[in-house]
T-cell receptor, first 117, second 112 residues
Framework: AQKVTQAQTEISVVEKEDVTLDCVYE???????LFWYKQPPSGELVFLIR??????QNEISGRYSWNFQKSTSSFNFTITASQVVDSAVYFC??????????????FGKGTKLTVNP | DTGVSQDPRHKITKRGQNVTFRCDPI?????LYWYRQTLGQGPEFLTY????????KSRLLSDRFSAERPKGSFSTLEIQRTEQGDSAMYLC??????????FGPGTRLTVL
């Protein structure tokens, strides 16, 4: 069965600090996808990144970076030099890729990040 | 705006009433998903359409829930005889085949 664990319920930092959000997943499939979504107070889930299980290269996009490690089943997300606008709930999600399947997303419970000025 | 849209954004109803939500996916997206999110939790999968065919339903989707996607475009989610436990945010997402799912703003349901 698929499972995503985000052990950090809430994190509070001061602006310009770096912050890492942890994500650990469980799956029996060898082919799967991992995602991060951001949910600001407005409520809409905003897509940030999608990675497939065969691509373990870390990725950087501006102040955001992602560290994917299959050996520890982790897909952690780091925000460098955090800003107040980064305040949101961040969700890690997993989807398997069964033949003919839906690729439904299984989400963690989310980490609420508060960046204080 | 060409993103996923949902209507209404908020719905307050009394227990026992029926409610219907609408989702308009991104144009040309053939897959449409419904999720439910309760306070402090991540979204949970409810059901999925490929074009007009409903191909998968979660056990969360009791017989009081029904979803349709006529003509493979917009979708509706109806809840009959609402209960207080149905209070949640109902999220719709769409994708092209097996690609990234893009979410709408959600419909927040409050059952009194």
């Amino acid at each position: 069965a698929q499972k995503v664990t985000q052990a950090q319920t809430e994190i509070s930092v001061v602006e310009k600090e770096d912050v890492t959000l942890d994500c650990v997943y469980e799956t029996r499939d060898t082919t799967y996808y991992l995602f991060w979504y951001k949910q600001p107070p407005s409520g809409e889930l905003v897509f940030l990144i999608r990675r497939n299980s065969f691509d373990e290269q870390n990725e950087i996009s501006g102040r955001y970076s992602w560290n994917f490690q299959k050996s520890t089943s982790s897909f952690n997300f780091t925000i460098t030099a955090s800003q107040v606008v980064d305040s949101a709930v961040y969700f890690c999600a997993l989807s398997e890729a069964p033949q003919g399947g839906s690729e439904k997303l299984v989400f963690g419970k989310g980490t609420k990040l508060t960046v204080n000025p | 705006d060409t993103g996923v849209s949902q209507d209404p954004r908020h719905k307050i109803t009394k227990r026992g009433q029926n409610v219907t939500f609408r989702c308009d996916p991104i144009s040309e997206h053939n897959r449409l998903y419904w999720y439910r999110q309760t306070l402090g939790q991540g979204p949970e999968f409810l059901t999925y359409f490929q074009n007009e065919a409903q191909l998968e339903k979660s056990r969360l989707l009791s017989d009081r829930f029904s979803a349709e996607r006529p003509k493979g475009s917009f979708s509706t989610l109806e809840i009959q005889r609402t209960e207080q436990g149905d209070s949640a945010m109902y999220l719709c997402a769409s994708s092209i085949n097996r690609r990234t799912q893009y979410f709408g703003p959600g419909t927040r349901l409050t059952v009194l």
